[in-house]
């Protein structure tokens, strides 16, 4: 079935270290959006990306979605003890209108 | 209401004991998703609701599970003979096809303990 790949599992950064999590799926996306946990927490909606190409910012936050819209990328600048939670991300494949999500990325950050 | 709601918060029953989850979606999101998440894993996905189309269910793990919703509004998830791999945190998303299409919005959660 049509699937969302997320990468790494997890991973463990000091803090002021940068931070990069990657999304791929085999079939073209719609539309791909980001979503954070904290723990204990639910997933909030970050942001979504719809065109080839685009990149957003937020923050120390930088969103990117792929030319062939098949991937993007999370990546934190500097990271801060307040980023620490899981990163997911989600997307519709073109014709659908089901969003998937991906495995998630678990982020620790070590002061 | 403003937001997903779902209840109980916290439910803790007995192995072998039925169980009904309720979530509240936000007014006018005709897209409702049920996930399980287990502690420290990702998001496992159950059910989908969109209008009055036939549900993907492909996420159901056995027949002991089952969900229901009559058009937009309210869905319930039931589990029957519950086991102790069941317990989670059963979250419930809903969201709208038109505007901010296909973003979910969360409820809080539902903690399920089986003992």
């Known amino acids: 079935g049509q699937q969302v790949m997320q990468i790494p599992q997890y991973q463990h950064v000091q803090e002021g270290e940068d931070f990069t999590t990657y999304c791929n799926s085999s079939?073209?996306?719609?539309?791909i959006q980001w979503y954070k946990q904290r723990p204990g927490g639910h997933p909030v909606f970050l942001i979504q990306?719809?065109?080839?190409?685009e990149v957003k910012k937020q923050k120390r936050l930088t969103f990117q979605f792929g030319e062939a819209k098949k991937n993007s990328s999370l990546h934190i600048t500097a990271t801060q003890t307040t980023d620490v939670g899981t990163y997911f991300c989600?997307?519709?494949?073109?014709?659908?209108?089901?969003?998937?999500f991906g495995a998630g990325t678990r982020l620790f950050v070590k002061a | 209401g403003a937001g997903v709601s779902q209840s109980p918060s916290n439910k803790v029953t007995e192995k072998g004991k039925d169980v009904e989850l309720r979530c509240d979606p936000i007014?006018?999101?005709?897209?409702l998703y049920w996930y399980r998440q287990r502690l420290g894993q990702g998001l496992e996905f159950l059910i989908y609701f969109q209008g009055n189309s036939a549900p993907d269910k492909s996420g159901l793990p056995s027949d002991r599970f089952s969900a229901e919703r009559t058009g937009e509004s309210v869905s319930t998830l039931t589990i029957q003979r519950t086991q102790q791999e069941d317990s989670a945190v059963y979250l419930c998303?809903?969201?709208?096809?038109?505007?901010?299409?296909?973003?979910?919005?969360f409820g809080a959660g539902t903690r399920l303990s089986v003992l």
């Open positions: 990306l719809v065109k080839s190409g």
């Open positions: 079939t073209t996306l719609s539309n």
């Open positions: 007014s006018g999101h005709t897209a």
């Open positions: 998303a809903s969201s709208s096809r038109t505007a901010a299409k296909n973003i979910q919005y």
């Open positions: 989600a997307g519709t494949h073109t014709g659908g209108f089901k969003t998937i």
